[in-house]
C-alpha cells in the first residue's frame, strides 16, 4: 500500500473517531448539586461540585482514597493547573492530591459574586466535605496561601481535617501598606494592577509571566516560553470580573488573626528574589504570628518558585509532610 494513502487514512480513522466522542460527550449531564458529574455507566467525567451560594467548582482528585490527602490551593489569577508538577510528584509518591480551581478561576464558573478570601475559604471547605478529607496537609501558594490561613482558621482546624499546612510566596498577613504593617505595598501598586487589567488583561497577563512572576526579567535569566505561555493560558481561561475584584482580596484581606490562630504545624517557604510578594513583608512577618511556624527561604528564588523550582521545592515540601509534627 502506498504509504501517503495509508497515512490519509489512519488520519481520517482518528478525525472519525474524535467526531464520534465529541458527539457522545455533548450528550452528557452537567452537574447538579455538590457531586461529582457521571455518565450512564456511572463512570466519572469532568469533577464538580456546587457550593451554598450555588458557585460550580471544578476539582481534581487523583490517587488512592484511602491514602493521606495533599490539598492544593493556587495562586491569582492562574488554576489547578499551575500545580501540575506537584500534582504528579506527590502521586508518584503514594498520596491522595487533591486542587480545585477558585470561583471565577479556569473550569470553576464565572459567577458574578463571591470573590473574597472568606468565599475562597468557605469553598475550599466544600471541597473538604464533599470528598471527607481529613489528615489532610493544605498547601498554598500566593493568594492560594490566604485562602489556606483563611481554611484552616475558620474551617479546617475548627472541623479537624487537618494535619499541616504550607504557605509558599504566600500574601499573610497582608500586601498593602497599613498603620500596623507600614512595609507593605501602597494602594496605588494595586490600583495599577487593576488600570492594567482594565485596559488589556491579554496582555497585563503576557508582561507579568514573562517578567517578574519567574524573575525572568532579572539579567542573565534563560525566559521559558511554554511556561510564559501556560500562564497566560491558565489566566485567560477565567474571568476578567474575578480577577479585577481578587486583585482586592488579596491585597487588603489582613490575616494577621488568621495566623495567630493556626497551631497545627506550618512551613513557611518563600524565595529571597520573590518580585511579587517581598519576602520582608509577608514571610518573615507571617512566621512569627503562627504558634508552630517554621521558615524556609531560597535565595534567588522567584515568586514562580514553583514551577521553575520544582525539584528544590518538591523535595523539601515531602520532607515536611513526611516528617513528624
Do not use: C
Not at 502521586?91 to 480551581?101: E, F, K, T, W
Not at 501558594?141 to 483563611?150: I, K, L, P, Q
Not at 477565567?238 to 497551631?263: M, V
Amino acid at each position: 500500500m502506498d504509504m501517503d494513502a495509508a497515512l490519509d487514512r489512519t488520519r481520517r480513522q482518528a478525525i472519525e473517531l474524535g467526531a464520534a466522542a465529541m458527539i457522545a460527550l455533548a450528550g452528557l449531564p452537567r452537574a447538579a448539586g455538590a457531586q461529582s458529574n457521571t455518565n450512564r455507566q456511572g463512570t466519572t467525567s469532568m469533577p464538580y461540585l456546587t457550593t451554598h451560594d450555588g458557585a460550580e467548582i471544578f476539582f481534581k482528585d487523583w490517587g488512592p482514597r484511602d491514602a493521606q490527602p495533599i490539598v492544593f490551593h493556587h495562586g491569582w489569577p492562574l488554576s489547578s493547573d499551575d500545580w501540575d508538577a506537584q500534582l504528579l510528584f506527590f502521586l508518584q509518591n503514594g498520596y491522595r492530591v487533591v486542587a480545585h480551581d477558585r470561583r471565577g478561576h479556569g473550569r470553576s464558573a464565572h459567577v458574578s459574586n463571591g470573590h473574597d478570601m472568606d468565599h475562597y475559604a468557605a469553598d475550599a471547605f466544600v471541597v473538604a466535605e464533599h470528598l471527607d478529607l481529613r489528615n489532610a496537609v493544605h498547601i498554598g501558594h500566593s493568594t492560594g496561601g490566604g485562602e489556606v490561613a483563611r481554611y484552616l482558621a475558620k474551617h479546617g482546624q475548627p472541623a479537624g481535617r487537618v494535619a499541616k499546612a504550607v504557605l509558599v510566596a504566600a500574601i499573610p498577613p497582608i500586601m498593602l501598606k497599613t498603620e500596623a504593617y507600614p512595609g507593605g505595598l501602597p494602594i496605588e501598586v494595586f490600583d495599577g494592577f487593576r488600570n492594567a487589567l482594565a485596559a488589556n488583561r491579554a496582555q497585563f497577563f503576557r508582561d507579568v509571566p514573562a517578567g517578574p512572576f519567574y524573575g525572568f526579567n532579572r539579567p542573565g535569566a534563560t525566559a521559558h516560553e511554554g511556561v510564559i505561555q501556560n500562564w497566560w493560558r491558565q489566566g485567560m481561561s477565567g474571568s476578567a470580573k474575578a480577577h479585577y475584584e481578587g486583585i482586592k482580596a488579596f491585597s487588603e484581606t489582613d490575616q494577621t488573626d488568621d495566623l495567630k490562630a493556626i497551631t497545627v504545624p506550618t512551613l513557611v517557604m518563600h524565595g529571597e528574589d520573590d518580585q511579587i510578594v517581598p519576602i520582608d513583608s509577608s514571610a518573615r512577618i507571617a512566621v512569627r504570628l503562627l504558634k508552630n511556624g517554621t521558615l524556609k527561604t531560597y535565595p534567588g528564588f522567584s515568586h514562580g518558585m514553583l514551577t521553575v523550582n520544582a525539584d528544590v521545592l518538591n523535595r523539601d515540601l515531602l520532607a515536611f509532610v513526611r516528617g513528624g509534627a
